[in-house]
Nanobody, 121 residues
Framework: QVQLVESGGGLVRAGGSLRLSCAAS????????MGWFRQAPGKERENVAA????????LYADSVKGRFTISRDNAKKVVSLQMNSLKPEDTAVYYC??????????????WGQGTQVTVSS
C-alpha cells in the first residue's frame, strides 16, 4: 500500500513556475512507478508525466514537454513536478499516482487527493 499527499499548488501568473511535491508513505514506494495527472473543469483527467520506479526513465505529455520535469527521491519517498513557463491552460487539479509506468489512469493503483494549480493570464 502507498498513501500519497500532494502539496505545492497555488495561484501563479502566466510564465511563472511552481513545484508540486507528493509525499508517500508505505514500504513499497521505491518499487512503484509514479505519475502526475491533471484534470481541468469539464475535461477528462490526463497524464502529464510519469517516472519509473528507478527514476531512470520518464515520459511527458506533448503539451508540457520542455516545460515540466518529473523527479523522485526514493530515500525521502517524494516525487516532484517542476513546472516552468506556466500557461493559463495548465490550470487544473493535479494528482500524483503510483502504480505501473504508463500514461493511462488504469496503470495506477494509488492516488492522492489532488492540489489546485491556477495560472492567471
Amino acid at each position: 500500500q502507498v498513501q500519497l499527499v500532494e502539496s505545492g499548488g497555488g495561484l501563479v501568473r502566466a510564465g511563472g513556475s511552481l513545484r508540486l511535491s507528493c509525499a508517500a508513505s508505505g514500504r513499497t514506494f521505491s518499487s512503484v512507478a509514479m505519475g502526475w495527472f491533471r484534470q481541468a473543469p469539464g475535461k477528462e483527467r490526463e497524464n502529464v508525466a510519469a517516472i519509473t520506479a528507478s527514476g531512470y526513465t520518464t515520459l511527458y505529455a506533448d503539451s508540457v514537454k520542455g516545460r515540466f520535469t518529473i523527479s523522485r527521491d526514493n530515500a525521502k519517498k517524494v516525487v516532484s513536478l517542476q513546472m516552468n513557463s506556466l500557461k493559463p491552460e495548465d490550470t487544473a487539479v493535479y494528482y500524483c499516482a503510483g502504480g505501473r509506468y504508463g500514461r493511462r489512469q488504469a496503470d495506477y493503483d494509488y492516488w492522492g487527493q489532488g492540489t489546485q494549480v491556477t495560472v492567471s493570464s
